[in-house]
């Protein structure tokens, strides 16, 4: 699968990822029922897309990408959506979360870690 793929996928995986999470917040402790069914749809396929990404990138790039870009993008949601306040501490994490993005795929370009090749029968014989 080209490279320009998978980080596409990657980038629906983090939209769907923080959808769920948003409608989570709505469900107001799940006391709202409507939402729920966007919490199951939008975790649903971000991980079903994060498991087809995960056949051909390393867990250590696309999980953290994954983690990290969903961590930035459900703050900037909860301060435009939910009103919450946008603070130095915010500011200086979503930094350092951003730079430790950029620094992971800086280094799987080093060592070629995103293959195009499907890398899921490397994993077979270490059970």
């Known amino acids: 699968m080209k490279k ?18 948003t409608m ?6 799940f006391t709202v ?19 087809i990404i995960l056949k051909y990138m390393p867990i250590s790039v ?9 961590t930035v993008l459900t703050a900037i949601v909860s301060i435009v959506l939910f009103g919450e306040v946008f603070t ?3 500011t ?3 930094t350092l979360i951003l ?6 795929n800086l280094s799987s370009e080093d060592d070629s870690s995103v293959r195009v090749e499907n890398t899921s029968s ?3 014989g270490n059970r």
């Open 4 to 21: 320009s793929s998978l980080y596409m996928l990657l980038v629906i995986s983090i939209v769907t990822e923080v959808f769920a999470a």
């Open 92 to 94: 200086i994490g979503i």
């Open 62 to 70: 696309a999980y953290a990408i994954w983690a990290g870009a969903g």
């Open 33 to 51: 029922w409507l939402p729920l069914v966007g919490v199951a749809l939008g975790y649903g396929i971000s991980f079903f897309v994060l498991g």
């Open 99 to 104: 730079g430790g993005i950029v620094l992971l």
């Open 122 to 124: 490397k994993c077979k």
């Open 24 to 29: 989570l917040k709505l469900s107001a402790g």
């Open 88 to 90: 130095i501490l915010k």
